[in-house]
């Protein structure tokens, strides 16, 4: 064999083993993976994931992901539309639409059965404290702690469109992640003991689905993104002590996974897909993905700034594109900024808010956020100092970056415009006079925004384009100017450039002023 052959020969190899990552197919719908450790057991939910039409089923999978049963169970009888599954002892209990059935693992016989009133999607299952079970009803958004011995229950939560669940013992702490009323907007919560649920804060909303403990401080929770998929989705990792979240792409439909505590290994159904993904948690997380750091910009600037201010993509489908960029709100209406996935106005009253999923932008500029470079600045700067340190980190000319900083302002400057309402709408030069100007004293926040080439100009700004978000999210709007110190800056060069452009007829129309590039033309004549 030759000296190549045998190169490649490594190379594939070498691959192999650095992204550990097993699928097993043959399944239908999946859905849950629940264990005790030793054994592995997989939900399928058949052909209709809301039926009762007694195609559902249960199978056991190897710790070492192989296939060892694809009907385990149920021996006798039938089960409907399976999802989310947990064991105590030696029982696994299953949510099956409007009941929960238990199963003896040692004889496969069933052994318990409660109906839910009233329940039409009993979606996940999770032990609490002992022999009491907690489960989810998706479509009343119900959250009922159900007692196995006595077979009473009680509701204990409500809220609308819960899934996934999660109980950790050692901080007595429940979660529950929800799809969203819009399929999309969903969010996760988390209660202690008696208190009530509470939003989690930093991480994006989101069509979840699986939720798990990793340890005392750390929770996975799987994303669909938005349904319909749309082709991909997120595995969220969020910090319960820092209250921070990072996320990693992953195929669609990833449902209710499974944390293997003593692998490190994540059990992921991917339903759509029939197919059960099994990978280590730290090479996932640090994988990198198709989807990252390409910039999407919807709009050209040229049209925006000469009296386009029509709203025109949903901010829905703008959050399909990236978690972190800057933009306009419909109409002019104030400044639009995405962070960690959502989308925030702030308006010429200096008010910021939460856009809805149905507001719409005129132009917008973003990324799924992933830096590449980190750096750190103490002392107290000034806008143009911390601006002459970022450019000194940016090595390629040409290339397009995501900047995002973090830290104390001891002055920030921004502004904002008020909503233009007159027809034909005027070109933004000459309302200048109407902005807002903020100034805040001693905040803290994030700077979010972008340095890109010359040659985008006109398309989108070049340069330093940057806006402002408070940590408490109350203020924000355009850059200005700022002095800023304990500056954590984080740099993402961007490897792609997307371009949607409106297709509306203002936009088709629109008269863009013919720029001239004597060079070119010299070219194209030929002289």
Not at 429 to 454: A, C, D, K, M, W
């Amino acid at each position: 064999m030759s000296i190549r052959n045998y190169l490649l020969l490594f190379l594939i190899f070498l691959g192999s083993q650095t992204y550990a990552q097993q699928h097993i197919n043959g399944f239908s719908m999946p859905e849950s993976v629940a264990s005790n450790g030793k054994r592995f057991f997989v939900s399928n939910q058949g052909q209709d994931v809301f039926s009762k039409d007694g195609d559902g089923f249960i199978s056991e999978v190897s710790a070492d992901g192989q296939l060892i049963n694809l009907k385990f169970l149920p021996k006798n009888g039938i089960l409907n539309a399976p999802k989310g599954m947990t064991i105590i002892d030696h029982i696994l209990y299953v949510a099956d639409l409007d009941r929960i059935v238990g199963f003896d693992i040692k004889t496969r016989n069933t052994i318990f059965e409660i109906n839910v009133p009233e329940a039409k999607v009993l979606n996940d299952i999770c032990r609490l404290e002992n022999d009491f079970i907690g489960i989810t009803e998706t479509v009343s958004g119900n959250i009922y702690k159900i007692n196995t011995k006595t077979r009473s229950l009680e509701i204990i939560g409500n809220l609308p469109t819960a899934n996934g669940i999660a109980y950790n013992r050692n901080t007595d702490q429940l979660v529950v992640c929800t799809n969203g009323t819009n399929y999309g907007d969903g969010n996760v919560y988390i209660k202690r003991g008696l208190e009530d649920f509470s939003i989690l804060p930093n991480i994006a909303t989101g069509f979840f689905d699986g939720i798990e403990f990793t340890d005392d401080n750390h929770l996975l929770i799987s994303d669909w993104v938005t349904f319909p998929v749309k082709g991909f989705g997120k595995l969220w990792k969020y910090d319960l002590k820092s209250q921070q979240a990072v996320f990693q792409f992953t195929e669609e439909s990833a449902a209710d996974i499974y944390f293997d505590h003593s692998g490190s290994k994540i059990w992921i159904p991917q339903m759509f897909q029939n197919k059960l993904v099994i990978t280590p948690m730290e090479e996932l997380f640090a994988s990198k993905h198709k989807n990252a750091n390409v910039l999407y910009n919807y709009g050209v600037i040229d049209a925006f700034i000469g009296g386009l201010y029509k709203g025109t993509l949903p901010v829905r489908d703008l959050k399909l594109k990236g978690d972190f960029g800057i933009g306009a709100p419909d109409m002019l209406n104030g400044e639009l900024t995405m962070l960690d996935g959502k989308a925030y106005q702030t308006k010429a009253t200096g008010k910021t808010v939460v856009l809805p999923d149905d507001h719409k932008t005129a132009f917008s500029s973003v990324t799924f956020f992933k830096a590449d470079t980190t750096f750190y600045i103490d002392t107290n700067m000034e806008q143009e100092a911390v601006l002459d340190a970022i450019l000194k980190k940016l090595s390629i000319k040409n290339a397009m970056y995501a900047i995002r900083v973090t830290g104390t302002f001891s002055t920030i400057k921004t502004r904002a415009f008020p909503p233009v309402k007159e027809e034909p709408f005027p070109v933004l030069s000459s309302i200048l006079e109407r902005q807002q100007f903020f100034v805040h004293q001693n905040t803290t926040g994030t700077l979010i925004g972008y340095h890109l080439p010359e040659y985008l100009n006109g398309i989108t700004a070049s340069g330093f384009h940057l806006h402002f978000l408070s940590t408490d999210k109350q203020q924000g709007g355009h850059i200005l100017h700022f002095i800023g110190k304990n500056l954590k800056v984080e740099i993402a060069k961007l490897k792609s450039f997307e371009l949607e452009v409106p297709r509306d007829t203002e936009f088709q129309n629109f008269q863009f002023r013919k720029k001239q590039n004597d060079d070119l033309k010299r070219v194209e004549q030929g002289q």
